[in-house]
């Protein structure tokens, strides 16, 4: 038990390292399913490789409604703020990404009142511009997201998955900790009657010495 106990700790600070670690910024794929009448994030993260490096990002977003061949600029975002390049998203996208700083990494936006006209494909850029000590390097990255819009929310599959395997989780903790109380349990009732025998052991012991001697005593009175 003290060894699983030990690589339980070994995991949790692994765990604790990789997230201090990497906690400053994480590529997590954008959802992909809107309903209709809400809001909507269209996540767009793109992490610097060298955090000690300086650098500037712009921004810019194109859609290409579904069925349709090319893409349109819709958005961008640089040091002058954002600026709405279509007129079907005007008043509708509010910038969502990296804020009071130059350096973006996160460029995602959010989409309010999702239509069905919406429905189509995504693609950010990122300009970047990395600073060293005597050059500049350029980088352009992009990313996709393909975004369908429905009328009602559904739950997918790997939202079901991760739910049971939730439940799953809890359960086997449980069963886990049941097993270690009935493990203490018994041993410390082993304890306990291991002291008790030895505590009437010793009494059994004290009183057949003290009997002994009250037999020797008579004997010597006689």
């Known amino acids: 038990m003290a060894a699983f106990h030990l690589l339980l700790l070994s995991l949790l600070c692994c765990t604790l390292l990789v997230s201090r670690c ?3 910024c994480a590529e997590v794929d954008s959802d992909t399913e809107a309903v209709a009448g809400r809001g909507f994030k269209l996540g767009c993260i793109s992490c610097k490789r060298r955090s000690e490096v300086e650098g500037s990002a712009t921004v810019e977003w194109y859609f290409r409604p579904k069925g349709e061949a090319d893409f349109v600029r819709i958005y961008t975002y640089n040091e002058d703020g954002p600026t709405i390049e279509n007129e079907h998203f005007i008043d509708r996208v509010d910038w969502n ?3 009071r700083s130059n350096d973006i990494q996160d460029a995602s936006i959010y989409l309010l009142n999702v239509t069905f006209n919406d429905t189509g494909t995504y693609r950010c850029f990122f300009n970047r511009i990395l ?6 390097y350029s980088t352009v990255v992009s990313k996709v997201v393909h975004l369908s819009v429905v009328a009602k929310a559904t739950r997918g ?9 939730m439940y799953v ?5 449980q069963v886990w900790l ?7 349990y018994r041993k410390i009732a082993a304890a306990g009657e291991e002291a008790l025998r030895e505590a009437a052991n010793a009494e059994y012991l004290a009183i057949a010495s003290e009997s002994k ?4 005593g008579v004997q010597v009175g006689e």
Do not use: F, P, Q, R
């Open 22 to 24: 990497h906690g400053a």
């Open 131 to 136: 600073s060293y000590e005597n050059y500049e």
């Open 213 to 216: 001697d009250n037999c020797a």
């Open 97 to 99: 990404g990296s804020k």
């Open 157 to 165: 599959t790997a939202s079901i998955v991760s739910e049971v395997m």
């Open 178 to 184: 049941l097993i270690e109380m009935i493990y203490c």
């Open 169 to 173: 989780s809890i359960i086997g903790l």
